[in-house]
Structure formats: structure tokens, C-alpha cells
């Protein structure tokens, strides 16, 4: 049995300008009661993040956050990247170490934070 679950998209207007869009149930954008211009909460797990070094094009993934790197932790195994997006808002992304060498990436570079509208949530203050 496959069963259909009707899914809204909504986009949120970061403080500092940038869009989000996250697609979620219509019964919970209901249950929400959101309607345009309601203050809401934007929530992303850092492992949904992904990093790009400059702007990114043609991609399915609808959120593309620019910003600035503020720092690269490494780990054994695993970085964490903390990126000032363009608006003053901060981004979190944990990708591996790999990843992040490969990238080159470094404190004052350049990057897009990428994520996909399935992967953010959207909660009331």
C-alpha cells in the first residue's frame, strides 16, 4: 500500500536577508497555523549541511547559503566548519575530513553552506 502525504513548501527570510526553503507536511504547516510574515524558527542538523567552495549553480538543492568561513576544526575522522553567512546569521556544517581537505578550506574562504529543503525544520518561537 502506498500511501500519499501532501508536503508544502515555505520559505523563510533570514534576519540578515538570505531565503530558506523548507518542505514540510501540509498537515503540520496546518498544525502551524503558518501564515506569511509569522516568526518562526529555522532548525538544520550540521550533518545536513554541505559545503561548496564559491557560488553553486544548476543544483536540485534549493537552499544556498553564501558566506565566509570563521573557522575549520579538524577531527580524527570528521571537521566542523562554521561559516558567517552573508546577513550575519552563522552556519554549522560537519562533513569529513576528506571533504575538507580536498576543499582547501580555510578560515576567510569563500563557500556556499548547501541544504536541502527536506532537511530543515521549521518551528514557532
Known amino acids: 500500500m502506498v500511501t500519499a502525504v501532501a508536503v508544502s513548501t515555505v520559505q523563510v527570510r533570514l534576519a540578515g536577508g538570505q531565503l530558506m526553503t523548507a518542505a514540510i507536511t501540509a498537515d503540520s504547516a496546518r498544525e502551524l497555523d503558518l501564515a506569511e510574515g509569522a516568526s518562526v524558527l529555522v532548525l538544520v542538523k550540521s550533518t545536513e549541511v554541505a559545503i561548496a567552495v564559491g557560488e553553486v549553480q544548476r543544483i536540485s538543492i534549493r537552499n544556498h547559503l553564501l558566506g565566509t568561513i570563521e573557522a ?35 578560515s576567510g574562504g569563500r563557500v556556499t553552506a548547501l541544504v536541502k529543503s527536506t532537511e530543515v525544520s521549521v518551528a514557532l518561537p
Open 72 to 106: 575549520v576544526e579538524h577531527g580524527a575522522v570528521m571537521s566542523t566548519v562554521r561559516v558567517a553567512l552573508d546577513g550575519g546569521e552563522t552556519a554549522t556544517a560537519v562533513i569529513t575530513r576528506d571533504a575538507a581537505e580536498d576543499l582547501g578550506l580555510a
